[in-house]
C-alpha cells in the first residue's frame, strides 16, 4: 500500500499567513512610534543646529536600522554598534510574535500524522517563512531609502542572526527538538539538563562580568571621577553617560569576559586593552573605557582562572543537578557548550562596531576569537568539574545506587506464597 502525501488544505495555509502578517504589524506598530518618538527627541535636543524636519523620519529608520544590527551613516558620523541592550529587547518582542506564530500553526496541524510530518513542515515553515520576510523586508527597504544605512556583510548577517535565533528560540519553544535534523537524537530529559546548565553558565557569566567591571570601578575610581570633570555640569553628564552605557549593558559584560579571557577589546586607535596588555592611548571621556587604559596589577593576568572557575562551579554545585550532569556524561557536556559558544559568538558580533569619531571609531571585542576563548576557558572548567565528579565518592555513591537498583530487580520473587494456601495443612 502506497501512502499517499497530500498538502495541507489551502485554508490552513491562508489562515497561517494572514496570522504571520499580523504579528508583523503588531511589532511595527511599537518599534516605528517609539523611534519616531526618540528621533523626534534627539531632533528637539539639536534644534540649535537648525536641522530641518526630514531628519525625523531619517534619525527614527536610522535608529531601527542600528538596533536591528545594520551600519548606519548620518550626519558624517558611522554607527554600527548597536545598542545591544535595545537589540535585546527588540529580538524578545519579535521572538514572542513568531512563538504567537509557531503556536498557531501548531493548532492548524495537531491532526497531522507522525508518519507523515510533511504537511506540519511545510506549514510551519510558510508561517515563519511569511513573519520573516515580512519584517525583514520593509526593515531593509526603509532603513537603506530613508534611514541611510550602509550595505555591509558585517550588518546583514546581523540582521540574518538576528531573526533566525528569534525563530529558532520560537521553534524550540513550541515544537522541541525532537523533529529538528542532528538534535532528534537528544532525549527530552538530556535537553533539560543541558538547557539547564547552559543557563547556569550563561547566568554566572553575566555575574562575573558585572563583579569584574565593579573591581575596575573601585580600584579605577579616581580615573573614572576625573572623566566626568571635563564636562561643564559632572553631575548631569555622570547621569547621561550612566544610561548610555546601560543601553550598551550585554555587549559590555561581554566585552569584560573578552577582556578576562585574553582576548581583549579593541578601542579604536587606541589599540587593543587585555588582562594580558594594556594600553595608554588616551579614550573618550566615558566611565567603561577608563578601565581599559593605563597599566594593570601583574595579578590581572591570572584573570582567565576566573572563567575556569565558573565552569567548574557551574558543574559541581548541587547535589540533584551533579548527578544529572553526570548521567548525562560528556555528550551532555559538549551540548551545554555549544549552546554557550553560539551565544557567545552573536553576542560578539552585536558587541563590535564604530560609533562616531574619535577612540570609537571601532570598538569591542573580536568577533572572530573572543567567543572561542572565553568558551574554551569555560569548558576547560566545566571539564574539569565533570572528571572530578566522576572521581569522587558522589559518582561512586551514584555506582552503588545503580547496583542496588539493578539487584532489586533481578532478585527473584519467592513463589511459595503463590501457591501455598494458609489453611491448607503442610
Request: with cysteine.
Amino acid at each position: 500500500m502506497v501512502l499517499m502525501h497530500t498538502s495541507p488544505h489551502p485554508q490552513p495555509y491562508r489562515r497561517t499567513i494572514f496570522a504571520a502578517l499580523m504579528e508583523v504589524v503588531k511589532i511595527y506598530l511599537i518599534v516605528v512610534p517609539a523611534g519616531f518618538v526618540l528621533a523626534i527627541v534627539f531632533w528637539i535636543i539639536g534644534l540649535g543646529s537648525q536641522l530641518p524636519y526630514s531628519a525625523i523620519p531619517e534619525w527614527a529608520f536610522a535608529l531601527w536600522a542600528t538596533v536591528s544590527g545594520l551600519s548606519v551613516s548620518t550626519l558624517g558620523f558611522d554607527f554600527s554598534l548597536a545598542p545591544s541592550l535595545v537589540t535585546l529587547g527588540l529580538w524578545f518582542l519579535v521572538a514572542t510574535g513568531a512563538k504567537r506564530v509557531a503556536c498557531g500553526t501548531a493548532v492548524d496541524c495537531q491532526t497531522d500524522s507522525d508518519e507523515d510530518p510533511g504537511g506540519w513542515w511545510a506549514l510551519m515553515g510558510a508561517a515563519l517563512g511569511t513573519f520573516v520576510v515580512a519584517y525583514a523586508g520593509p526593515l531593509l527597504v526603509l532603513a537603506l531609502v530613508v534611514g541611510q544605512a550602509a550595505v555591509t556583510p558585517l550588518g546583514f548577517l546581523r540582521l540574518f542572526l538576528f531573526l533566525v535565533t528569534a525563530v529558532a528560540w520560537a521553534l524550540i519553544r513550541v515544537r522541541g527538538i525532537g523533529d529538528i535534523p542532528g538534535l532528534s537524537l537528544i532525549s527530552d530529559e538530556t535537553w533539560r539538563v543541558v538547557a539547564g546548565l547552559a543557563r547556569r553558565l550563561l547566568w554566572a557569566a553575566v555575574v562575573l562580568g558585572a563583579i569584574v567591571l565593579v573591581v575596575g570601578i573601585v580600584i579605577r575610581w579616581g580615573d573614572v571621577g576625573d572623566t566626568l570633570q571635563v564636562y561643564s555640569s559632572p553631575v548631569a553628564a555622570g547621569t547621561g553617560l550612566i544610561v548610555v552605557q546601560a543601553l550598551f549593558a550585554p555587549s559590555i559584560f561581554f566585552s569584560a569576559l573578552s577582556w578576562i579571557a585574553g582576548t581583549g577589546v579593541s578601542i579604536g586607535d587606541a589599540g587593543m586593552s587585555s588582562a594580558f596588555r594594556s594600553t595608554s592611548a588616551p579614550v573618550p571621556d566615558v566611565h567603561v573605557l577608563q578601565l581599559l587604559s593605563g597599566d594593570y596589577p601583574a595579578w590581572t593576568a591570572a584573570a582567565p582562572a576566573l572563567l575556569v572557575l565558573l565552569g567548574l562551579l557551574c558543574v559541581i554545585l548541587g547535589r540533584d543537578r551533579a548527578r544529572e550532569i553526570v548521567a548525562e556524561s560528556w555528550t551532555g557536556l559538549a551540548v551545554a557548550i555549544a549552546i554557550v559558544f553560539i551565544t557567545f559568538e552573536v553576542l560578539a558580533l552585536f558587541a563590535g562596531g564604530a560609533m562616531g569619531p574619535l577612540g570609537l571609531s571601532w570598538f569591542g571585542p573580536s568577533a572572530l576569537t573572543s567567543a572561542l576563548v572565553v568558551t574554551a576557558w569555560i569548558g576547560v572548567g566545566t571539564a574539569a568539574g565533570l572528571l572530578l565528579i566522576r572521581l569522587s565518592g558522589l559518582h561512586s555513591e551514584f555506582a552503588d545506587d545503580d547496583e542496588d537498583d539493578v539487584f532489586d530487580e533481578n532478585e527473584p520473587e519467592p513463589i511459595g506464597d503463590d501457591i501455598v494456601n494458609e489453611d491448607e495443612p503442610r
